[in-house]
T-cell receptor
Framework: SQTIHQWPATLVQPVGSPLSLECTVEGTSNPNLYWYRQAAGRGLQLLFYSVGIGQISSEVPQNLSASRPQDRQFILSSKKLLLSDSGFYLC???????????FGSGTQLSVL | QQQVKQSPQSLIVQKGGISIINCAYENTAFDYFPWYQQFPGKGPALLIAIRPDVSEKKEGRFTISFNKSAKQFSLHIMDSQPGDSATYFCAASYRGAQKLVFGQGTRLTINP
């Protein structure tokens, strides 16, 4: 069966520090991968998605970037965090043209 | 036109009652309408989904009602239980999960 791993679960970072969040998927090949952000009490905002290695689509301009160095690995990064980057970050995957989206357990990021 | 509007933002229901959450959309190209359930500190999980060729879909205590002409769909939770307390997101998409558009979420509380 397919599983998605996301870490760390919580992270407290100072303003101006770098960020690296990692997500890996097991049990499937060539998944579509996604990074979402959820602000407190708000909805889900799609940040990036990837349909293959090295293929990244950005949905909103921001202080973040994403990379997909391997088929089942998706990384969210920032060179210098802003206060506004705080939030709950979710990795997700889907298969091919299937609309079903499967989420990881999320990373709660607090930028202080 | 890409928005999905969800209401109410929060809902309190007594144990055993019926919880109803509503969503409305504008884009008639949408052809997949899922509901996701999210517990605090966790990622959303797919609960139930419907396509516009049917007006209702039931899975256990959860039912989606779909009104194509009104461009509205709703989630009904029968015999609501305290364990149903969570945030619920409606969504809509066409041509795959990359195009999934989420509502703003409804925080449901079931009082014992």
């Amino acid at each position: 069966s397919q599983t998605i791993h996301q870490w760390p679960a919580t992270l407290v970072q100072p303003v101006g520090s770098p960020l690296s969040l990692e997500c890996t998927v097991e049990g499937t090949s060539n998944p579509n991968l996604y990074w979402y952000r959820q602000a407190a009490g708000r909805g889900l905002q799609l940040l990036f998605y990837s349909v293959g290695i090295g293929q990244i689509s950005s949905e909103v301009p921001q202080n973040l970037s994403a990379s997909r160095p391997q088929d089942r690995q998706f990384i969210l990064s920032s060179k210098k965090l802003l206060l506004s980057d705080s939030g709950f970050y979710l990795c997700a995957w889907s298969a091919g043209q299937d609309e079903k989206l499967f989420f990881g357990s999320g990373t709660q990021l607090s930028v202080l | 036109q890409q928005q999905v509007k969800q209401s109410p933002q929060s809902l309190i229901v007594q144990k055993g009652g019926i919880s109803i959450i509503n969503c409305a959309y504008e884009n008639t190209a949408f052809d997949y309408f899922p509901w996701y359930q999210q517990f605090p500190g966790k990622g959303p999980a797919l609960l139930i989904a419907i396509r516009p060729d049917v007006s209702e879909k039931k899975e256990g205590r959860f039912t989606i009602s779909f009104n194509k002409s009104a461009k509205q769909f709703s989630l009904h939770i029968m015999d609501s239980q305290p364990g149903d307390s969570a945030t619920y997101f409606c969504a809509a998409s066409y041509r795959g999960a990359q195009k999934l558009v989420f509502g703003q979420g409804t925080r449901l509380t079931i009082n014992p």
